[in-house]
């Protein structure tokens, strides 16, 4: 991906470069506004949550205060001192002594108020004395069954003071019949004469009541209150489900701290929720839970809207960017097709210079190289050009292919009138090897016509070694219409010939043969002469400084040595010459080049 982004255009590199990091850039500033924005309106929620916390608190702690001082001024009341002191097993007569005597205002105010449901008291003996109830729950278990229990045992531990508790199915000991769940408190009654302990009260409230007197639109389906004692243990609970046991090991754990309020974040029924509690001073721990996602609803609509303008902005931006790129890379533009155009050989090629910024400079440089490169191809290379076409026109004009073509022409048909079988084939043969070799000028032929040519070459040869000499060619029909480079392999032919076959005793064998591999052309000339040394065939393929004058009576290297230097010149660096050879045993020449298909 990277490379394939290194690769594109220069203007398309520079729009999706700024593109992304006007993106990133968005998208970090909206991520940041939203998550700061979404921490002040938790502060702000959890700072009114503490506040109703608070009012929780409050009434949890009026509520306590209401029932703890009925219970001790109706311990404290006569009837009751007396009733305990003298253990009367007459419920009916303590009843009626409750209802009609002192403690009968009392009473009345326990039914009319409702501050509690349930109320069962306990003697020495194991049967109550007195219970009542305003939910139809009835059965008042005996003291015989309640205090063996935990329950009892707190109540004792506190000398007097109260414990609360919720009612369950484990805990009750109290009443046979419950109707609702109930949260309980306990409580020893002592003689207020010498302070024994002469009694026993339980005192039972519905949850239902505490949440209708004491938690009235505090709570609804989506904010959840829960009571938890200085344990842990969960009173009550209304509203939204809120107990969850990592939560709660929290709190305790801030509790423990000396942390008394405060907040958290958890995850409830499948959502973050905020959850606030506070720590009264009676020690009941006060949960608050309010859903995340109430909070941010209305931050959510404008996260969406911020978001939707940010992506239209982005979009927006595209065909802005693209036109800016566009300015910003078109003196490069310029510059590169201008390059195209000087190496196509456009000479006078000049970049127009507008601006002095770096992309001007640079053009500059490159309209000072252009016409440094255009005065060394004045002074050196067309001069050499000149002197070549010079050279060929004098070479032209005195050999004359027609006039060589008509004598050997000539010379067919005056050792055919003579009966010279022998010298009529190699005049024809030479001749057909002339015109091919000429090639109407053209620097490329045919494998074909390549072909052709060294199966003459190497005829005319065979007739000069006679049978010193044989000869293979195997070059398929199928590569005829691909091009080659004209006289590419006949040289190497000759080279084998001065070489190889002349100086080894009793001759030798020359092959060709020619393959494609997948997009090249293989040709592979092979001997088995008397091989070459290192030294002559580094010699051989050692091209000559181009000042250097060939005054050898051995052209055969100096062949070698042209096709090497035409080879690289046509096919640049797309070409492969091996040698290979070993003297006693002969040489290999492979030539590899790229398979170009064309009518020639």
């Known amino acids: 991906m990277l490379r394939f982004y290194l690769n594109m255009n220069l203007r398309y590199k520079i729009t999706i470069l700024i593109f992304l990091l006007i993106t990133a850039v968005t998208f970090a500033i909206g991520g940041y506004s939203y998550t700061i924005s979404k921490?002040?309106?938790?502060?702000?929620?959890?700072?009114?949550?503490?506040?109703?916390?608070?009012?929780i608190d409050s009434n949890l702690s009026r509520m306590q205060k209401t029932i703890a001082d009925w219970v001790t001024v109706f311990s404290l009341a006569s009837v009751v001192q007396e009733t305990l002191r003298s253990n009367t097993p007459d419920s009916v007569e303590?009843?009626?002594?409750?209802?009609?005597g002192p403690t009968a205002s009392m009473m009345n105010q326990m039914l009319v108020t409702g501050n509690f449901d349930y109320l069962a008291l306990y003697g020495s003996l194991s049967a109550p004395m007195f219970q009542v109830a305003t939910d139809d729950s009835s059965g008042a278990y005996s003291l015989d069954k309640i205090t063996p229990h935990n329950i009892y045992k707190e109540s004792v531990a506190l000398n007097g003071a109260s414990y609360w508790f919720p009612l369950t199915e484990e805990n009750n000991v109290f009443i046979q019949s419950n109707r609702n769940d109930k949260?309980?408190?306990?409580?020893?009654?002592?003689?207020?004469?010498?302070?024994n302990r002469i009694g026993f009260v339980f005192v039972g409230i519905n949850l239902e009541t505490i949440r209708r007197t004491y938690l009235t639109d505090l709570y609804d389906q989506d904010h959840g209150i829960l009571i938890l004692n200085e344990s842990g243990k969960q009173l009550l609970a209304a509203g939204k489900e809120t107990y969850d046991k990592k939560a709660v090991d929290f709190v305790m754990k801030q509790a423990e701290a000396g942390i008394l309020s405060g907040y958290t974040i958890v995850n409830l029924q499948g959502g973050d929720t905020l959850l606030n509690y506070n720590i009264n001073a009676n020690g009941w721990i006060t949960l608050y839970s309010v859903p995340l996602s109430s909070l941010t609803e209305e931050l959510n609509s404008i996260k969406s809207a911020v978001l939707i303008m940010i992506l239209a902005s982005l979009l927006l931006s595209i065909p802005l960017l693209m036109?800016?790129?566009?300015?910003?890379?078109?003196?490069?533009k310029t510059l590169l097709l201008s390059m195209r155009r000087f190496q196509n050989g456009q000479?006078?090629?000049?970049?127009?210079?507008?601006?002095?910024?770096?992309?001007?400079q640079l053009s500059r440089g490159y309209n000072n190289m252009v016409a440094n490169i255009k005065a060394l191809v004045d002074d050196a290379y067309l001069l050499k050009l000149k002197e070549q076409e010079a050279e060929l026109k004098a070479l032209q004009s005195q050999i004359n292919p027609h006039f060589l073509y008509n004598m050997l022409d000539t010379i067919f048909w005056e050792a055919e009138a003579a009966g010279q079988d022998k010298i009529s084939e190699m005049v024809i043969n030479l001749s057909r090897l002339f015109r091919l070799s000429l090639n109407q000028g053209k620097?490329?032929?045919?494998?074909?016509?390549?072909?052709?040519?060294?199966e003459l070459y190497l005829s005319l040869q065979k007739m000069r070694f006679k049978d010193s000499l044989d000869f293979v060619i195997d070059i398929p029909e199928e590569l005829h219409p691909y091009v080659i480079l004209k006289l590419s392999l006949q040289p190497f032919i000759e080279n084998a010939l001065i070489h190889g076959i002349e100086r080894k005793r009793g001759g030798g064998c020359v092959s060709i043969s020619g393959q494609r591999t997948g997009d090249?052309?293989?040709?592979?000339?092979?001997?088995?002469?008397?091989?070459?040394?290192?030294?002559?065939?580094?010699?051989?393929?050692?091209?000559?400084?181009?000042?250097?004058?060939?005054t050898a009576r051995d052209t055969g290297g100096y062949a070698v040595q042209n096709v090497q230097a035409r080879l690289k010149?046509?096919?640049?660096?797309?070409?492969?010459?091996?040698?290979?050879?070993?003297?006693?045993?002969?040489?290999?020449?492979?030539?590899?080049?790229?398979?170009?298909?064309?009518?020639?």
């Open 443 to 454: 620097s490329f032929t045919s494998v074909a016509k390549e072909k052709e040519l060294i």
């Open 183 to 195: 949260l309980g408190m306990t409580r020893i009654i002592r003689d207020i004469v010498n302070g």
């Open 347 to 360: 000479f006078e090629e000049k970049v127009n210079i507008k601006y002095w910024d770096e992309i001007g």
């Open 569 to 600: 010149h046509f096919y640049k660096g797309d070409f492969t010459l091996h040698y290979t050879s070993v003297p006693g045993e002969g040489t290999r020449v492979e030539i590899i080049i790229p398979a170009i298909l064309n009518d020639i």
């Open 520 to 550: 090249q052309l293989m040709f592979v000339i092979e001997d088995n002469g008397g091989g070459m040394s290192s030294e002559t065939l580094q010699k051989i393929l050692t091209l000559p400084d181009e000042s250097d004058i060939y």
């Open 323 to 332: 036109f800016f790129s566009s300015f910003l890379t078109a003196p490069i």
């Open 94 to 100: 303590i009843e009626d002594q409750f209802y009609n």
């Open 39 to 55: 921490k002040q309106i938790i502060n702000k929620v959890s700072n009114s949550n503490q506040s109703v916390l608070k009012q």
